[in-house]
């Protein structure tokens, strides 16, 4: 497999962490998203993926963009362990949640809408971040353990820790969100989530290396 990747990308972060928990070793090939104007728009990158985005994983002879789309067919494919509850309720939940971050906050503050922002990118991100997290607060309270559904880690915990990494580097006051605090916290213990943070990736500067 060879997975495209930005060490600061959260929807990257998602499948370097879902690779690790599934033992699946890849080759890594850095897309760098500010140099050079953005090396996610050279016409090499467009042929790998059409959206020009990142990740982009090239697996058993196809080439997947999108991070739930990537996540599902690993879980397809290498089911162990199991990202999804055989339970369908739990399983709603983990598709809840995940969607909820995915469709719901991440895009409001990621680099193409923050471009377009100007001066007022620092105070939108943070807007659109707390907003989230207020909802998602109220979501967790009800269907946390250990981890976001119940004590076994599952996609809406690949979700959640790159989201909450992008909150800390945009400042945002974590104090009213005490349950994402504490999951987040659980979930950077785990080895697959520190192996794929963004501290630790081959295309990290020097500066901000772990």
């Known amino acids: 497999p060879i997975l495209y990747s930005y060490f600061r990308s959260s929807c990257s972060w998602r499948v370097r962490i879902a690779l690790a928990l599934k033992g699946i070793s890849y080759d ?27 990740p982009a994983l090239k697996i058993d002879g196809i080439a997947l963009s999108q991070s ?24 709603a939940k983990v598709r809840m949640i995940a969607d909820h971050i995915v469709s719901g906050i991440q895009p409001l503050q990621n680099q193409s809408i923050l471009k377009q922002m100007g001066e007022k990118k620092m105070e939108w991100a943070q807007n ?6 207020q909802a998602l607060e109220q979501i967790l309270q009800h269907t946390a353990g250990c981890y976001c559904v119940g004590d076994e880690v599952s996609m809406a915990d690949l979700c ?3 989201q909450v990494f992008n909150a800390e580097r945009f400042k945002v ?29 081959p295309d990290t500067p020097a500066e901000l290396r772990a």
Do not use: W
């Not at 050079?36 to 020009?52: I, L, R, Y």
């Not at 996540?71 to 055989?86: A, G, K, M």
């Open 28 to 54: 890594l090939v850095p897309v760098n998203l500010l140099k050079e104007g953005g090396q996610q728009f050279s016409a090499e990158f467009k042929a790998v993926n059409p959206m020009q985005q990142v």
């Open 68 to 91: 739930l789309a990537i996540i599902h067919y690993l879980e397809d494919t290498r089911p162990n362990p199991r990202l999804l509850p055989q339970d369908p309720k739990k399983r």
């Open 160 to 162: 959640l820790v790159p």
């Open 128 to 133: 659109c971040i707390a907003s989230g997290f």
């Open 173 to 201: 006051d974590m104090g009213p969100y005490p349950t994402i605090t504490r999951i987040n916290k659980a979930l950077l213990e785990l080895e697959a989530f520190k192996v794929s943070h963004p501290s630790r990736q």
